[in-house]
């Protein structure tokens, strides 16, 4: 089976938000106090940020050059990424309600902005109806199927442990890489019921009840009957595979054009021959980019707060970047690769630019890596204008729309310039990907189309400390002349290259350190 994501992926870009700490508006009436907006993020805390805030920021998103919006979850729950859902079918009254949904779909739609939201049907909540049914009646509630219990421990009069106190509790450690056998065996035996991670609050669903499979399937049918635009999958591989097969057959059969995208780090290609998901989260990206623009920047104190980012990003030189990015761009068919979600960070990492050590430069060149090969740039909200933050909770602070004076300008001017740059070349989204040279702290890439119409883009990067200068192969382009493109937000264009003619096959460029080239064919 040959996957055909939906067309209008390969050109969008998305903007990933988390609901609680983007926008509030007045328009949302809290029920009680909150957590300072400028304050510094905790775990627990509620901002306010609601799904009208959203609306009402559109023109900045429009103006950015978004397309499509990913939004962490936004249904009833007691937390404040709402990764613990007690009602799948209404949205949080905290957010604005169903009504506020209704009202966001309906703007973005109107301005050309698509909605995916996350779907998190592994686990759900302690107050999750059906699993407080079972709090309250144990083995006599219908719904003791819904959850893998341990049946012994009730049997024996033994309720469900939900809230344990500090003895049997089992904190998950974020420092360690995780042992994927133990994890629920030891919530089964603590706590009378498997809890993702052997967190407690987060009874795992048992997806293999069929009552349990249509009820999810149910949810992600009424959301696109209501008019999202797709569905992100939250640790999708944790769900059996015939489930998702499933899953697509209902979904597709709502909206064809539904996106499903699923949250899994690795490279996945099983995963991606039609039967599942559309596209993957492209964490092997995002590593592959930030080690090699990151290199002597990166700090390894704040990679090492995450087991996966600790295990691949490390400073890395032109021909490893080079090796890594030929890996990522080859390891799906053309028109997949086009519909990856390609991310620099999101909710559960930390923030890229205190990734690479609260360096600019590397994430100005981060961002035109992102936005010049195939796959939907996804902006983590406030990457735009070098928001930082460790691992969570620090990767989730509050947009600081009443603190401009802390926006990097710059940055939102490159970052700006980079999308409006890449909607305007069609072969950045479709065309082919090439490594044209590499070496030492220095690479350079073609994108080009599938046929000399279609024109090319060079993009030449050094991620070093010292001036660069590449013999760039482009046998395609002989005989053309190269262009240098910059745009707002770039330190000013050092003429390099601009103007030079492709002879025998190569060109040298030379490239200021920490720095880049973008060249566009100005005729054959």
């Not at 907006?37 to 905790?42: E, K, N, R």
């Not at 761009?329 to 923030?351: C, F, I, K």
């Not at 090319?456 to 991620?463: G, K, L, R, S």
């Not at 030079?500 to 040298?508: E, H, P, S």
């Amino acid at each position: 089976m040959t996957l055909q994501p939906p067309a209008w992926v390969a050109d969008a870009v998305f903007y990933q938000i988390f609901p609680d700490r983007f926008a509030a508006s007045e328009r949302v009436v809290k029920p009680g106090s909150l957590e300072a907006w400028d304050s510094p993020p905790t775990v627990s805390g509620f901002k306010g940020g609601d799904l009208l805030g959203v609306v009402e920021h559109l023109d900045y998103l429009v103006e950015l050059g978004v397309t499509a919006i990913y939004f962490n979850p936004v249904f009833q729950s007691a937390s404040n990424h709402r990764y613990h859902t007690y009602d799948y079918l209404a949205v949080d009254p905290l957010l604005g309600g169903d009504a506020a949904l209704r009202e966001l779909i309906d703007t973005c739609h109107a301005r050309g902005i698509r909605v995916v939201l996350d779907g998190v049907f592994n686990h759900a909540s302690r107050g999750f109806w059906p699993f407080h049914h079972v709090m309250e009646t144990g083995l006599a509630s219908p719904y003791r199927d819904w959850f893998n219990l341990n049946v012994e421990r009730l049997a024996s009069g033994r309720p469900l442990q939900a809230y344990p106190d500090e003895s049997t509790s089992s904190p998950l450690n974020l420092d360690l890489v995780p042992d994927w056998a133990r994890f629920g065996r030891v919530s089964l035996e603590r706590f009378g019921y498997e809890a993702w991670w052997d967190l407690p609050a987060l009874p795992k669903l048992n997806t293999a009840n069929p009552q349990v499979r249509e009820y999810l399937f149910g949810v992600a049918e009424h959301w696109l009957r209501f008019g999202i635009d797709g569905w992100r999958l939250d640790v999708a591989e944790e769900i059996p595979e015939d489930f998702w097969r499933e899953f697509r057959r209902r979904v597709k059969t709502v909206d064809p054009e539904a996106f499903i995208v699923a949250e899994i780090w690795q490279d996945r290609p099983s995963a991606l021959e039609g039967d599942q998901y559309d596209a993957l989260m492209n964490y092997p990206l995002a590593e592959a980019v930030l080690s090699f623009v990151g290199g002597s920047h990166l700090d390894p104190r704040i990679v090492g707060q995450h087991f996966e980012l600790a295990a691949n990003i490390r400073p890395e030189d032109g021909p490893t970047f080079a090796r890594r990015m030929e890996h990522v761009m080859a390891r799906y068919e053309p028109q997949v690769a086009a519909a990856q979600l390609n991310l620099l960070g999101s909710h559960d990492t930390p923030r890229a630019i205190t990734v690479c050590g609260g360096d600019v430069a590397s994430m100005r060149l981060a961002t035109l890596v992102q936005m010049t090969v195939a796959g939907a740039p996804s902006i983590y909200y406030g990457d735009e204008i070098g928001m930082a933050g460790e691992h969570d909770p620090g990767c989730r602070g509050a947009f600081p729309w009443g603190r401009p004076d802390t926006w990097r300008h710059d940055l939102l001017a490159f970052t700006t310039g980079a999308i409006a740059f890449r909607r305007a070349h069609p072969v950045l989204r479709h065309g082919t990907f090439r490594i044209a040279a590499a070496e030492r702290a220095a690479a350079a890439y073609v994108r080009a189309g599938r046929d000399s119409s279609e024109g090319a883009i060079v993009v030449a990067i050094n991620a070093g400390e010292e001036q660069a200068t590449l013999r760039l192969q482009l046998p395609e382009l002989d005989g053309c002349r190269l262009t240098s493109r910059r745009w707002e937000g770039w330190p000013a264009d050092p003429g390099a290259a601009s103007g030079d003619a492709v002879t025998d096959g190569g060109v040298d460029v030379t490239i200021p350190p920490r720095d880049a080239l973008v060249l566009e064919v100005a005729s054959a």
